[in-house]
């Protein structure tokens, strides 16, 4: 990945920031520390990129990525789960809980969310099954990714010339890391799993 924005460029920028935003797994913390990084001299021996431009190119990017899952939950998000929700797990049932939770707390969940790693990528689209209004939705969208974008650039600028040695730590961390969440994942689909047929059994 860090090939690809280094060799690509702005480019590169705007693609990885969309398509995150669209519910793929790409690291977002990789890709705008190390842009931030290289926002400095200490990576090429000249910065590559201007600092606000990437953080610019970041939150526009997140806008729009976000934008796309928003509307795929909007307009297809209840024909899925009438389609395929035995397989994953979900039923009318669920999708009526998330709209109530939004009605109350959309404004919060999206804003919040949009600043915490792998949430951030999934909850335009419980989003746009609640049919949050699109212009409260794109403002919150736009806030918090400002604030998310922005601290990752920082932090890269800031590592700088240590940024080589900040990414192998962030390597060696990625394999517990990623233990931890699949071992959470698999204990929520076994909760899942035991209430699905719980309420299947009634």
Same mark, same amino acid.
């Given at each position: 990945?860090q090939?690809?924005v ?13 398509? =995150?935003?669209?519910c793929f797994?790409?690291?977002?913390e ?7 990084a290289?926002?400095? *001299? *200490?990576?090429?021996g000249? *910065?590559?990129?201007?600092f ?5 190119i970041?939150?526009l990017g997140?806008?729009?990525?976000s934008q796309?899952?928003? =509307?795929?939950?909007?307009?297809? +998000?209840?024909?899925?789960v009438?389609r395929w +929700?035995?397989?994953i797990?979900l039923s009318h049932?669920d999708?009526? *809980?998330?709209?109530r939770w ?5 404004a ?12 951030r990528?999934?909850i335009?689209?419980?989003? +746009?099954?609640? =049919?949050m ?11 918090g990714?400002f ?14 010339s240590?940024w080589?040695?900040?990414a192998?730590?962030?390597h060696y961390?990625?394999?517990p ?12 689909l076994?909760l899942?799993?035991?209430?699905v047929?719980?309420?299947?059994a009634r």
């Amino acid at each position: 990945m860090q090939s690809f924005v280094q060799h690509y460029g702005y480019f590169a920028l705007i693609v990885l920031s969309i398509v =995150e935003s669209a519910c793929f797994p790409i690291p977002s913390e990789v890709t705008f520390g190390f842009a931030g990084a290289l926002c400095t *001299a *200490a990576v090429t021996g000249h *910065a590559q990129f201007n600092f606000w431009t990437v953080i610019i190119i970041g939150t526009l990017g997140s806008l729009v990525g976000s934008q796309i899952a928003y =509307e795929v939950g909007r307009t297809a +998000g209840r024909t899925i789960v009438d389609r395929w +929700g035995k397989w994953i797990l979900l039923s009318h049932k669920d999708l009526d *809980a998330s709209e109530r939770w939004f009605q109350k707390y959309g404004a919060w969940s999206v804003l919040i969310g949009r600043v915490l790693p792998v949430i951030r990528s999934v909850i335009s689209v419980p989003a +746009g099954i609640a =049919e949050m209004k699109r212009g409260r939705f794109a403002v919150l969208t736009l806030i918090g990714s400002f604030v998310w974008v922005t601290l990752l650039v920082s932090l890269g600028d800031a590592a700088g010339s240590n940024w080589r040695r900040v990414a192998k730590d962030v390597h060696y961390a990625q394999t517990p890391t990623i233990i931890v969440i699949v071992l959470f994942i698999l204990a929520g689909l076994a909760l899942r799993i035991r209430s699905v047929r719980r309420t299947n059994a009634r």
